[in-house]
C-alpha cells in the first residue's frame, strides 16, 4: 500500500529564512507522480507541484524547489528567503499510476510559520 | 471560470440528521473525489469516480453515500450525521487524457460540525 510521511509537523522560522520540507513516501509501484500542495489558512488547497517518478531532476520555480531522491524514496521542498506570506500547511502526495481514478494518498502536512 | 465549486461553505447538523455536500465542475473533468480533513490531519479520500455512473470507495467510505449522474455533480450525502464526522470536506476533480494523473483542483471546502 502507499504510504506518505511528513515527519515535520510544524516548522517555525524568521522571515528571510530558508526552510526545508521532508517527504518521504512508499509504493510498490514502479510509477508514480508525487505532488505538493499548499493549504494557507484561508482554508484552500493550492497545487504547486507534480513530479514523476522518471523524472529526477530538482526543479526550481521562483523561491520554491523541490528535491527528488529515488534512492531515499524523498521529495523535499524549500522555500527560499520565507515570507509571511508563506505561512501555511503544506501536504505532500503520492499517486501511483495503477490506482484506478488516480488516487492520491496525502502525508500528514507540515505547518510553516513564517514569523516577521 | 468557477473551477470546482462546493455549497455549502458552512454547515451545523444534529446528531442523527442526514444532509447532502454539493459539489460542481465545469471543467468537463472525468474524475472527481470526496476528502476529509480532520483538525490538524491530512485529507482522506472518502469517494471517487472516474465518470459518470461509476463510483467506488475510498479509504473511509463509512457513514457517507455518493452519485454521479452528470460529469459536473458529484454529490456527497450523510444519512444519519454522528460527531465522528465532523470534519472540513473538499470535493476535487482531474482531468483523464492522455497525460497521466494529472493534479487535482480543490473546491474551499465545507466546514460541518456535527453537535
Known amino acids: 500500500a502507499q504510504k506518505v510521511t511528513q515527519a515535520q509537523t510544524e516548522i517555525s522560522v524568521v522571515e528571510k529564512e530558508d526552510v526545508t520540507l521532508d517527504c518521504v513516501y512508499e509504493t510498490r509501484d514502479t510509477t508514480y507522480y508525487l505532488f505538493w500542495y499548499k493549504q494557507p489558512p484561508s482554508g484552500e488547497l493550492v497545487f504547486l507541484i507534480r513530479?514523476?517518478?522518471?523524472?529526477?531532476q530538482n526543479e526550481i520555480s521562483g523561491r520554491y524547489s523541490w528535491n527528488f531522491q529515488k534512492s531515499t524514496s524523498s521529495f523535499n521542498f524549500t522555500i527560499t528567503a520565507s515570507q509571511v506570506v508563506d505561512s501555511a500547511v503544506y501536504f505532500c502526495a503520492l499517486s501511483e499510476a495503477k490506482a484506478a481514478g488516480n488516487k492520491l494518498t496525502f502525508g500528514g502536512g507540515t505547518r510553516v510559520l513564517v514569523k516577521p | 471560470n468557477a473551477g470546482v465549486t462546493q455549497t455549502p461553505k458552512f454547515r451545523i447538523l444534529k446528531i442523527g440528521q442526514s444532509m447532502t455536500l454539493q459539489c460542481t465542475q465545469d471543467m468537463n473533468h472525468n474524475y472527481m473525489y470526496w476528502y476529509r480533513q480532520d483538525p490538524g490531519m491530512g485529507l482522506k479520500l472518502i469517494y471517487y469516480s472516474v465518470g459518470a455512473g461509476i463510483t467506488d470507495k475510498g479509504e473511509v467510505p463509512n457513514g457517507y453515500n455518493v452519485s454521479r449522474s452528470t460529469t459536473e455533480d458529484f454529490p456527497l450525502r450523510l444519512e444519519l450525521a454522528a460527531p465522528s464526522q465532523t470534519s472540513v470536506y473538499f470535493c476535487?476533480?482531474?482531468?483523464?487524457?492522455?497525460?497521466?494523473?494529472?493534479?487535482?483542483?480543490f473546491g474551499d471546502g465545507t466546514r460541518l460540525s456535527i453537535l
Open positions: 476535487a476533480s482531474s482531468y483523464s487524457g492522455s497525460i497521466s494523473n494529472q493534479p487535482q483542483h
Open positions: 513530479r514523476n517518478s522518471f523524472d529526477e
